[in-house]
């Protein structure tokens, strides 16, 4: 019943949704002691080279502005990776990569969005000291950054981490334990998602979200439209959010990418994303993960 009735709404009400997204460029926040003086901290450099949904000058503008406002100093990456373009930031930051073949078709198969030679360059910058925030929401975004994050130890999933309970916000908290205790989250009691991937970790890694029980990962043919035959595991044992040191380097893993956006949805313009009053948590959570890269 839940998947054959309620998921086919999700498909039509999300479709609708994502085609009204707009980027929310007002100043919803506040930062009272950045980290950094102004322009005077470390590079991070925005993903825009390989069909990314997420970029500096689109969806992930808040989260630009958020970092400007604590010292960062940013940029936008246009060109395929290489260890020598790479070593012009400190923190690179990859959200929601998509291959040329699923630009406006978010159905299988979902080739990655890199090549071999750009996984090696991005692999060997981080062991030689780079820091990468990896961030691959749900299907198709999850199999397009598979095999770069499997460079580095984790399994995406390539599909959706639905909440049982069918809530429109997604809570993780410590009372739980699905909000877990490490210095990125320091100080923080709970924090929400919005529907995004799962993955697997290696032993080297702290993870951050855990989805368990209350989650079923679905694999459908085409995002958001879900059936009977869609195939479907438990959400035991799977993440949303976890980090690892790698060689002299350090990786960030997010399967959720609008927990650091800020959009107006829909034809009322909801806030979704660090502007939606839920998420206020969000934002210290994001500065303590760039912290926790760039330190």
């Not at 999300?14 to 926040?29: C, E, K, M, W, Y």
């Not at 825009?48 to 406002?69: C, D, K, P, S, V």
């Not at 690892?244 to 609008?258: F, I, L, N, P």
Request: with cysteine; hydrophobic share 40%; aromatic share 12%.
């Amino acid at each position: 019943m839940y998947r054959s009735i309620v998921l086919p709404l999700l498909f039509f009400n999300s479709i609708s949704i994502l085609a009204q997204q707009v980027p929310d460029t007002s100043r919803f926040f506040e930062i009272e002691t950045p980290r950094y003086a102004a322009g005077k901290g470390p590079i991070v450099m925005i993903d825009a080279a390989h069909g990314n949904f997420h970029t500096l000058e689109g969806r992930y503008r808040a989260f630009g502005n958020i970092l400007e406002a604590d010292g960062y100093r940013l940029s936008s990456n246009e060109q395929p990776f290489t260890e020598e373009g790479l070593g012009r930031c400190d923190v690179l930051v990859i959200s929601n990569p998509l291959h040329a073949s699923n630009q406006g078709n978010w159905q299988l198969p979902t080739p990655s969005a890199f090549t071999p030679e750009e996984i090696a360059a991005v692999e060997r910058w981080v062991a030689g000291g780079g820091r990468l925030f990896l961030i691959a929401d749900h299907m198709p975004f999850a199999g397009a950054a598979a095999d770069l994050g499997r460079a580095f130890g984790f399994e995406f999933l390539n599909g959706f981490g639905m909440d049982n309970r069918h809530r429109q916000i997604e809570y993780f908290t410590r009372r739980q334990g699905t909000l877990k205790n490490s210095p990125v989250t320091v100080g923080l009691d709970s924090i929400v998602t919005f529907t995004g991937s799962a993955f697997l970790i290696p032993t080297a890694a702290t993870p951050l979200i855990s989805l368990g029980e209350h989650y079923t990962i679905l694999m459908p043919e085409q995002a958001w439209n879900f059936t009977d035959d869609t195939p479907f595991v438990s959400g035991n044992g799977f993440y949303q959010l976890a980090f690892r040191t790698y060689g002299r380097g350090k990786v960030m893993v997010s399967g959720e990418a609008a927990m650091f956006s800020a959009q107006l949805a829909g034809p009322n313009r909801a806030p979704m994303g660090l502007n939606n009053p839920a998420a206020a948590r969000n934002i210290p959570l994001l500065r303590n993960i760039l912290a926790w890269l760039a330190e």
